[in-house]
């Protein structure tokens, strides 16, 4: 069975930090790339940062310069560093397994619950 369990949201005043994870079971988590996503109410699913298997990051041009996402695969983990949080960033944040070939072997966790307000 494939879970993704996220973790480490919460209420941080503007400006702060937060640190996501993502502990994923089930799969080979190796071989997977894992992203970021975010969604907001009322707005469309947004991706915010990409780490590939080999290690390679790309970011939104929100997120850019303030967000880093990691990958531990000892630890079958991944990780969303948050700096620099502005309200605009408040959000359920979800992490997503895609598989390198099948897309019928994409995961997603249930997202967790960041919001950024004073």
């Known amino acids: 069975q494939v879970q993704l369990v996220e973790s480490g949201g919460g209420l941080v005043q503007p400006g702060g930090s937060l640190r996501l994870s993502c502990a994923a079971s089930?799969?080979?988590?190796?071989?997977?790339?894992m992203d970021w996503y975010r969604q907001a109410p009322g707005k469309q699913r947004e991706l915010v940062a990409r780490?590939?298997?080999?290690?390679?990051?790309d970011y939104a041009a929100s997120v850019k310069g303030r967000f880093t996402i990691s990958r531990d695969n000892a630890k079958n983990t991944v990780y969303l560093q948050m700096i620099s949080l502005k309200p605009e960033d408040t959000a359920v944040y979800l992490c997503?397994?895609?598989?390198?070939?099948?897309?019928?072997?994409?995961?997603w966790g249930q997202g967790t619950q960041v919001t950024v307000s004073s």
């Open positions: 780490i590939t298997s080999a290690g390679s990051t």
């Open positions: 997503k397994a895609e598989h390198p070939t099948s897309r019928a072997r994409d995961y």
């Open positions: 089930g799969i080979i988590f190796s071989i997977y790339h």
